[in-house]
């Protein structure tokens, strides 16, 4: 049972444009949501994460919309850059099980020049 | 230089053969995991431990096995009995208390 479903599978964007990435969650203990980026051969790396208490965080080209009633929280690229092209997954986790993450599918962006 | 090391990066493996794959953490972290990345795919959760001498099997984790004699070390052994072992295997690290994980640069295992 996937804790967390994670789409699009793939996502192409213009240079310039607004990548959106969507997460959906169904255990409300979940009370951390952040976001890794991976490039091809490297492991991931935290990008921003978000907890429940707000409904949006933002860090530079990077934003997270959270929506608690709704169970969804997305990822959005400002002003994609080629240099953003990597997979992207969104995760899940809770003290209540011992921090153990909940990863989405993954989504690979490419950002065309 | 703080961080999760890997090793080998490369490694092959011949049929029928254990291999054990190196990860070392510097980070003082109580918990560490080891994930399974087929191409295109998500991450999958093998092995997972919160404290010294104390795992517990994620999805899955046939095939496998772990152990956790030290804070800083999480060995994971590929044996024989995983018939499909090829794949990019991360190892990462958090803290309790914290919600951070942290991941290494991963190791390409490769059945010949």
């Known amino acids: 049972q996937q804790q967390v479903k994670q789409s699009p599978q793939s996502l192409i964007v213009q240079k310039g444009g607004i990548s959106i990435i969507n997460c959906a969650y169904e255990n409300t203990a979940f009370d951390y949501f952040p976001w890794y980026q991976q490039f091809p051969g490297k492991g991931p790396a935290l990008l921003i994460a978000?907890?429940?208490?707000?409904s949006e965080k933002k860090e530079g080209r990077f934003t997270i919309s959270f929506n608690k009633s709704a169970k969804q929280f997305s990822l959005h690229i400002m002003d994609s850059q080629p240099g953003d092209s990597a997979t992207y997954f969104c995760?899940?986790?809770?003290?209540?099980?011992?921090?153990?993450?909940?990863f989405g599918t993954g989504t690979s962006l490419t950002v065309i020049p | 230089d703080g961080g999760i090391t890997q090793s080998p990066k490369y490694l092959f493996r011949k049929e029928g053969q254990n291999v054990t794959l190196s990860c070392e953490q510097n980070?003082?972290?109580?918990?560490m995991y080891w994930y399974r990345q087929d191409p295109g795919q998500g991450l999958r959760l093998i092995y997972y431990s919160q404290i010294v001498n104390d795992f517990q099997k994620g999805d899955i984790a046939e095939g496998y096995s772990v152990s956790r004699e030290k804070k800083e070390s999480f060995p994971l052994t590929v044996t024989s009995a995983q018939k499909n072992p090829t794949a990019f295997y991360l190892c990462?690290?958090?803290?309790?208390?914290?919600?951070?994980?942290?991941f290494g640069e991963g190791s390409w295992l490769t059945v010949v």
């Open positions: 995760a899940a986790s809770t003290r209540r099980t011992g921090n153990q993450f909940y």
């Open positions: 980070l003082n972290h109580d918990a």
């Open positions: 990462a690290s958090s803290n309790t208390g914290r919600n951070n994980i942290y």
């Open positions: 978000i907890r429940p208490d707000v």
